[in-house]
């Protein structure tokens, strides 16, 4: 069964530091997202793609944040500067066109020192 | 947005127990998934289930779309059903809506 994969699974960085989280999606999957999950808190929704540019984003999602597509295969999640409050796991989710189901990869867990 | 609460928020089981979780939801939905976080803080994909009812094993869930309410079945209970159990919805917008997560612990 095609499975959404994200790399890596544990990231630890110091503050002001960037991240890139990485996603590959099922292959003829055309939606993507990204959601979030703070320790011990329920998981939130970042942002959606489609067709190459952001359909929706959260207020989370502020300047700092960025996704993009760059070869057509891997979607990512950039943080610019990260600060103590971006450590969450972080979830990517994709899906098709014949279907609202999401597909969640196993998430990335990003530790900010 | 929508509102997604799930009941009961922690449930302790003893092995071999049923139970079942509810989600309710209030505005109609395209889409509606149940989730399952293992230890290791993946989320496990139950079901998809925007109306009807489904099963799998030992879980089935049951989705009301027109009472705005969905049902998640354990029988059974085994330890590896503990966990965090979300139920998602999706109102229109493309994008999920999760609840708070109902807490299981079955006891050996």
């Known amino acids: 069964e095609p499975e959404v994969t994200q790399t890596p699974s544990h990231q630890v960085t110091q503050m002001g530091q960037e991240v890139i989280l990485r996603c590959v999606p099922i292959?003829?999957?055309?939606?993507f997202y990204w959601y979030r999950q703070i320790l011990g808190q329920k998981v939130e929704f970042l942002v959606s793609f489609y067709n190459n540019e952001i359909s929706e984003k959260s207020e989370i999602f502020d300047d700092q944040f960025s996704v993009e597509r760059p070869d057509g295969s891997n979607f990512t999640l950039k943080i610019r500067s990260t600060k103590l409050e971006d450590s969450a796991m972080y979830f990517c989710?994709?899906?098709?066109?014949?279907?609202?189901?999401?597909?969640f990869g196993p998430g990335t867990r990003l530790t900010v020192t | 947005g929508i509102q997604v609460e799930q009941s009961p928020p922690d449930l302790i089981l003893q092995e071999g127990a049923n139970s079942t979780l509810r989600c309710n939801f209030s505005?109609?939905?395209?889409?509606l998934q149940w989730f399952h976080q293992n230890p290791w803080g993946q989320l496990i994909n139950l079901f998809y289930i925007p109306s009807g009812t489904k099963q799998n094993g030992r879980l089935s869930a049951t989705t009301v779309a027109t009472e705005r309410y969905s049902l998640l079945y354990i029988s059974s209970s085994q330890t590896t059903d503990s966990g965090v159990y979300f139920c998602a919805v999706e109102p229109y917008d493309y994008k999920l809506s999760f609840g708070a997560g109902t807490t299981v612990t079955v006891r050996a």
């Open positions: 292959s003829n999957h055309l939606y």
């Open positions: 505005d109609s939905v395209n889409n």
């Open positions: 989710a994709t899906r098709g066109d014949d279907s609202y189901e999401q597909y």
